[in-house]
């Protein structure tokens, strides 16, 4: 973009874009790793209650640090990680996005360190936030590989390393005994890990949650947005050591999650054994596609997520993409040549995006 010369936009960001995936009209949307399954009539009536009553209150300021909220969001780390973590342990947010923020905001002072390909909002807020991004290298099929990992943190000693696993847009998880390694390291160059999990609940690793009591280095980003079905409702939240919730409240803007998000988030985590059921058929549903792009003669890398990252096609990445979308299926096209995901929708958009590729190939 083209900035006029009177705007004193920082150097450094105009040559920026916008993040964000394309929205276009189709009949299957499956470029942005949303849950298909909407919520059900009982529980929007719930939601809806739990909104009417606040209502009453607008005129205040909304409870400042969630305590509700956060007390909930611990009550279902434990069960799902059989933890013994407490509210103190939890920080919410308006999406996991402003919790990386709060991170660079709160320990960005020095190099930030990540795994790419990865989630492209750890580089991009990094860089407006003023933090010096090191790109880490993966394997040459795109997976993690914690020998180039640790060679990367003791090269370049940096303060926050982010992994995410699931990872975004591979799909590969790391296993807790590599991520401990990880956390080893970075205690020496004192500097925090940060791992995002914003996929946890469609993969069969233990969370790093499990370490946070042990090592007060690891901070675990969380969201509702994917297997609660709650993208619209922007909650995301950390998992950390009090010390490094207490420095989220350093960096925080003053009531920043509204009364009606926490209202909203509380009942769908009182809620949470309706949502999560549906992750189950996700996550077959992500099989049953594996066998279907194998059979198309395509090539799909392993996933513990709720999309897949395929090759293997004749066409250029943008050309498949933009074939696909004339026939009403939207994906994603990530920027890596050769490369689409697509998002595991219900049957009748997988099916569709399966019968458009067939037409295509």
């Known amino acids: 973009m083209s900035w006029p010369t009177w705007l004193p936009l920082r150097k450094d960001l105009q040559p920026l874009t916008p993040y964000g995936a394309p929205q276009i009209p189709a009949d299957a949307a499956l470029n942005t790793n949303e849950n298909p399954y909407p919520p059900s009539e009982d529980l929007q009536k719930a939601i809806t209650q739990a909104v009417a009553k606040v209502a009453s209150t607008l005129n205040r300021y909304p409870d400042r640090d969630a305590e ?18 407490e509210s103190k342990n939890i920080w919410a947010a308006n999406g996991s996005n402003e919790i990386i923020q709060s991170l660079f905001l709160a320990f960005g002072e020095g190099v930030a360190l990540g795994f790419t390909p990865s989630y492209s909002m750890h580089p991009l807020i990094a860089k407006v936030t003023g933090t010096k991004w090191i790109d880490g290298s993966r394997n040459s099929d795109l997976t993690f590989n914690l020998d180039l990992a640790v060679q990367s943190i003791r090269e370049f000693k940096p303060q926050l390393t982010f992994i995410t696993t699931p990872n975004n847009p591979t799909g590969d998880s790391i296993e807790l005994a590599d991520i401990n390694v990880l956390a080893d390291e970075v205690s020496r160059c ?29 901070v675990v980003i969380r969201t509702m947005s994917k297997a609660f079905a709650f993208a619209g409702a922007r909650l ?44 189950n058929s996700l996550v077959s549903a992500r099989e049953s596609m594996v066998k279907s792009l194998q059979a198309l003669g395509l090539t799909t890398l392993p996933s513990s997520a709720n999309f897949l990252l395929f090759t293997g096609f004749s066409a250029s990445a943008p050309q498949l993409w933009a074939g696909l979308l004339e026939k009403g299926v939207l994906i994603r096209d990530v920027g890596l040549s050769g490369y689409l995901r697509v998002t595991i929708g219900n049957e009748a958009e997988n099916q569709r995006f399966i019968q458009a590729l067939q037409q295509l190939l």
């Open 68 to 85: 509700v909220l956060r007390s909930k969001l611990a009550t279902y780390i434990n069960e799902r990680s059989m933890t013994s973590l």
């Open 190 to 218: 004192g500097g925090l890990l940060i791992v995002d999990e914003a996929y946890a609940e469609f993969s069969q690793e233990i969370s790093a949650t499990t370490l946070v009591s042990s090592k007060p280095q690891v």
């Open 236 to 279: 995301g939240y950390l998992v950390a050591d009090t010390h490094v919730v207490e420095s989220m409240m350093l960096v925080r803007l003053p009531y920043h999650l509204s009364a009606l998000t926490q209202a909203a988030a509380q009942v769908a985590l009182d809620h949470r054994i309706e949502l999560l059921a549906g992750v």
